[in-house]
C-alpha cells in the first residue's frame, strides 16, 4: 500500500479566523472552511504556497527542516538556490555568500547554478531526441508536475524525465564528497538544499525522484538569511568557491531556463493561474511550434517563493545587477558528455496519477451525480461568495453531492438570508 503523501504546507489553526481569502485563491479548490476555520484537503494540495501568499493573518505556514537537522551528519554540503543571491544587496560576487555558507556550519558548497548549467545543456540534447513528446514540459518545478499528475494526467508525456537542478547538484556534490574524502562512508554525507519553495520540501519528502532522493533536508532561504548576513563580511579575503555563471543563475526567474537551452522555440510563464491556463491550451492543441514550455508556480519564477526573504521583482533585478559580473557558463562536458545524457540524470516516473475530480470509478454513476451537481447549482445564487465555506457554488454542489445524503440540502447562507427576508 501506497505511503501518504506529505505535505509541507500546513495551517495553525489558531491564527485562522475563517475569512475565505485562501479559499479563493487556491488552484487546486483544495481548501474548504468548516467550523470558522481553514481545512485542507490532502489530496488536492499541490503545495504551491499560494495561501501562506495570501493569508493576511499568517495562518498557513511551510514546513522545512532547521539548520540543526544537519548536525547529525560528519560531512555537510549546502546547496544554494540561485534565488539566494537576489537577498542581498549590492552583491557582486557570489563567494561571498557560498563562503558564508561554509561559517555557517557546511563543510563545502556545491551551487544548484552549476547543477541548472549541467541540466540546460542536456535538455539541447533531449529536444533533438527522435520520438520526444512536443511541446517538452520542463520537471524543474514539482509543483508544476504535481499539477499535471492531479488534473492533467493527458500531459505527462510531454514531461521532460530529466532530474531537476536540485537532485542533479546532489548527485555530483555526493560523488565529488566521497572522492575527495574516502575515509567517509555515504552516510556520513548530509546534503542539504537551501530552498525558496514549499515545493522542493514536498519533492523530498516524497522520494519524488523515483525512489531514492540524493538530498537530505531543506531548509528555507528565509530560516538562514540572517545568520548569512552576520557572517558576510565584505572586503576580507575569500575563498572561490563557485562553478557557476550567468546561464545557471539566471534560472531563478522565469524565462532563465529557457534561455539557458539557447532556443527560440519556447514559451514560458510564471504564476500558477498562468501555469494552469497554459496547460489547458496545451491539452487543447492551441499551442504549436513551440518545442519547449518553462513553468513557474511562483509569481516571476523561484525569485517569488514563499520562503524567500526580499521581494521577488527587486530579487530579480538584484540578479540581473550580479550577473554582470559574471562568465556566461562554468560549465565543461568531455566530448561523450556532449553526446549523452548519464543514465542516472534521468528518472523513470512520474507520481502516479491521482483522479482527484472524478466522482465515481462507475460511469452511470459518475453522469447521476453530475446531474444532480447541475440540479443543486441551478438553485445556487452563482456569485461565488464563499460564505457556504467552499470556493464558488458549483463546488458547493459538489461536495452537497460528493457527501452521499440522500436529499443533500443546498445550504446556502445568501438563500437562507433571501427566505428569511421574503418567506414567500
Not at 81 to 91: E, K, R, S, V
Not at 210 to 216: A, G, K, M, Q
Not at 246 to 271: H, K, P, R, V
Request: glycine share 6%.
Amino acid at each position: 500500500m501506497a505511503s501518504a503523501y506529505q505535505h509541507s504546507v500546513y495551517l495553525e489553526e489558531q491564527k485562522c479566523t475563517g475569512c475565505t481569502t485562501c479559499l479563493h485563491h487556491c488552484p487546486t479548490e483544495a481548501i474548504r472552511i468548516l467550523d470558522g476555520k481553514a481545512v485542507i484537503n490532502s489530496d488536492r494540495c499541490i503545495d504551491c504556497g499560494e495561501c501562506i501568499r495570501r493569508c493576511p493573518h499568517q495562518a498557513k505556514k511551510a514546513m522545512s527542516s532547521p539548520l540543526s537537522s544537519m548536525d547529525r551528519f560528519r560531512w555537510k554540503i549546502a546547496l544554494p538556490a540561485p534565488t539566494l543571491y537576489g537577498q542581498f544587496d549590492n552583491l557582486d560576487d557570489v563567494d561571498y555568500v557560498l563562503n558564508g555558507l561554509k561559517k555557517i556550519g557546511f563543510d563545502e558548497v556545491y551551487e544548484v547554478s552549476a547543477g541548472a548549467e549541467i541540466v540546460s545543456a542536456y535538455t539541447r540534447q533531449y529536444i533533438k531526441t527522435e520520438g520526444v513528446r512536443l511541446p517538452l514540459i520542463s520537471s524543474a518545478c514539482p509543483v508544476v508536475i504535481r499539477l499535471i499528475c492531479l488534473l492533467f494526467p493527458s500531459l505527462k508525456d510531454n514531461v521532460m524525465r530529466l532530474l531537476p537542478p536540485m537532485e542533479v547538484a546532489a548527485q555530483i556534490a555526493r560523488i565529488r564528497a566521497m572522492s575527495a574524502h574516502p575515509e567517509l562512508e555515504p552516510q556520513d554525507i548530509g546534503v542539504c538544499f537551501v530552498s525558496p519553495c514549499p515545493g522542493k520540501v514536498s519533492y523530498v519528502k516524497n522520494n519524488t525522484a523515483d525512489t531514492y532522493n540524493s538530498v537530505d533536508e531543506v531548509v528555507s532561504i528565509n530560516d538562514v538569511y540572517f545568520e548569512l548576513v552576520n557572517a558576510m563580511k565584505r572586503g576580507e579575503e575569500i575563498e572561490s568557491l563557485s562553478d557557476s555563471g550567468m546561464l545557471g543563475i539566471g534560472w531563478a526567474s522565469s524565462g532563465g531556463e529557457s534561455a539557458a537551452i539557447l532556443n527560440d522555440d519556447y514559451l514560458a510563464a510564471d504564476g500558477i493561474e498562468n501555469v494552469i491556463h497554459v496547460l489547458n491550451q496545451i491539452e487543447n492543441g492551441n499551442i504549436q511550434n513551440v518545442k519547449f514550455i518553462e513553468l513557474n508556480a511562483c509569481p516571476g519564477g523561484c525569485v517569488g517563493g514563499v520562503l524567500s526573504v526580499q521581494n521577488p521583482f527587486i530579487a530579480k533585478a538584484r540578479l540581473q545587477s550580479l550577473r554582470h559580473y559574471l562568465p556566461v557558463s562554468m560549465l565543461h562536458l568531455s566530448q561523450e558528455e556532449q553526446h549523452y545524457i548519464p543514465a542516472n540524470f534521468f528518472f523513470e516516473e512520474l507520481p502516479k496519477y491521482n483522479p482527484v475530480a472524478r466522482l465515481s470509478n462507475n460511469m452511470a454513476e459518475s453522469m447521476r451525480m453530475m446531474a444532480d451537481i447541475q440540479r443543486i447549482r441551478a438553485r445556487l445564487p452563482g456569485i461565488d461568495c464563499g460564505a457556504c465555506g467552499a470556493p464558488s457554488c458549483r463546488a458547493h454542489a459538489e461536495d452537497l453531492v460528493r457527501s452521499r445524503k440522500k436529499n443533500p440540502d443546498v445550504d446556502c447562507p445568501i438563500l437562507r438570508a433571501k427566505m428569511i427576508k421574503d418567506p414567500q
